[in-house]
């Protein structure tokens, strides 16, 4: 007869003196964001509360916790990429010239429509003023990576920053700009 082995149990109240600080330096590598980091660990505490009936004790306490925080962040980058999606969608209709000219340092004047729509041309002017609202290297990164379509790298050699600092920046100006339009656009 085999010997059967002990399965592995959950013991949630040390889940962050054991676990937090492993789960943090895993997700900055790939998220970059230490308060959405932090935001992600609590979500995978939370889910891992809430499904602790389903820990079968196959797998270590330690391995179930990270294949949940996995998930949690595919799901934060699913989220974000729709929403960017959605909100870049009009940075996508400039004209080659006008790319061109902000490539060269120019600012964004105004967007151009092929079907001629005045709530189209509004929400353009709208997002044009939110961009000029932006502040210093945030503008000039926001810029860089969603107009110009520049590789990080090149922004942080260009800048003198970290690929860290870029995304925080960056993520910094989308949320401005998510309210600047949110106020100057949706609420009319």
């Not at 429509?113 to 709208?126: A, M």
Request: net charge neutral; aromatic share 10%.
């Amino acid at each position: 007869m085999e010997e059967q082995k002990p399965k592995n149990t959950l013991d949630p109240d040390k889940w962050v003196s054991r676990y937090a600080d492993f789960l943090f330096n895993y997700g900055i590598s790939r998220v970059s964001d230490g308060i959405i980091v932090e935001d992600l660990i609590q979500e995978t505490f939370l889910s891992a509360v809430k499904s602790a009936k389903n820990f079968k004790g196959e797998a270590s306490e330690k391995t179930w916790l990270v294949s949940i925080f996995k998930r949690k962040i595919v799901d934060h980058y699913r989220k974000s990429n729709s929403k960017k999606a959605k909100f870049e969608t009009p940075m996508n209709r400039l004209s080659e010239d006008r790319r061109n000219m902000i490539a060269d340092g120019g600012a964004v004047e105004a967007f151009e429509y092929s079907d001629g729509d005045i709530e189209q041309e509004e929400l353009g002017k709208v997002l044009q003023a939110c961009i000029l609202d932006l502040k210093g290297n945030q503008r000039r990164v926001f810029e860089m990576k969603t107009i110009q379509n520049m590789e990080t790298e090149e922004i942080c050699n260009e800048l003198g920053i970290t690929a860290s600092n870029v995304w925080v920046l960056l993520h910094r100006a989308r949320i401005q700009l998510k309210n600047c339009v949110s106020e100057n656009w949706y609420n009319r």
